[in-house]
């Protein structure tokens, strides 16, 4: 798989529901950032954790990370159907590429 | 500015044909990175722009392709003899500072070749 693939490709749930999507990669990083995109344009950045950090959070974010296991996740709390779009992970350096390698995403979908 | 703005919002052509797309920056964003993405894919790094620095070009997938930045302001992206397969979203993002900071996305310019 590419650098910073996400998991589920695709999630369903109901309105107030939990929803946790999880980024893998393969080699180190400097940091490791989450975005958003809704209906395929312009992305959004939500969240930047840096490689000496475990947990991080913003309002209803939770984000995770573990340097030994190569993965990240994104907890999204209480969710709400203004939540639904796609989530992409991001990282940088250990590829040698002066820019970020983005996941193909995980499409959520929040069930009012 | 307010914000990353991409123009043309939407482009259709011909194939054959060449594009230019535009790219205007957040004002005093030294980085700039073009990226594409197909319908239900991630995101294809193309180029990047580091303010003086010569361009990391590893992303371009072919030669019909080019890109220039006039110093930290407007890109443009060229696509040369438009093929359908290059027929997606292009996007535009800047960063105050490289890769380790957080970029802010334009709007994006949905490419359509026919």
């Known amino acids: 798989s590419q650098q910073g693939e996400e998991d589920p490709q695709a999630l369903s749930i109901q309105e107030g529901e939990n929803a946790t999507m999880n980024c893998s990669y393969k080699t180190s990083i400097n940091n490791l950032q989450w975005y958003r995109q809704n209906s395929g344009r312009g992305l959004v950045h939500l969240i930047l954790i840096r490689s000496n950090e475990r947990e991080k959070h913003s309002g209803r974010l939770r984000v995770t990370l573990d340097t030994s296991k190569k993965s990240s996740s994104l907890l999204i709390t209480a969710s709400r159907a203004a939540d639904t779009a796609s989530y992409f992970c991001?990282?940088?350096?250990?590829?040698?590429?002066?820019?970020?390698?983005f996941g193909s995403g995980t499409r959520l979908q929040v069930q009012p | 500015g307010a914000g990353v703005s991409q123009s043309p919002s939407n482009k259709v052509t011909e194939k054959g044909k060449d594009v230019e797309l535009r790219c205007d920056p957040i004002s005093g964003h030294t980085a700039l990175y073009w990226y594409r993405q197909r319908l239900g894919q991630g995101l294809e790094f193309l180029i990047y722009f580091q303010g003086n620095s010569a361009p990391d070009k590893s992303g371009l997938p072919s030669d019909r392709f080019s890109a220039e930045r006039t110093g930290e302001s407007v890109s443009t992206l060229t696509i040369q003899r438009t093929q359908q397969e290059d027929s997606a979203v292009y996007l535009c993002?800047?960063?105050?500072?490289?890769?380790?900071?957080?970029?802010?996305f334009g709007p994006g310019t949905r490419l359509t070749v026919l």
């Open positions: 991001a990282t940088d350096g250990g590829t040698g590429r002066r820019a970020l390698t």
């Open positions: 993002a800047s960063s105050r500072l490289g890769n380790t900071d957080t970029q802010y």
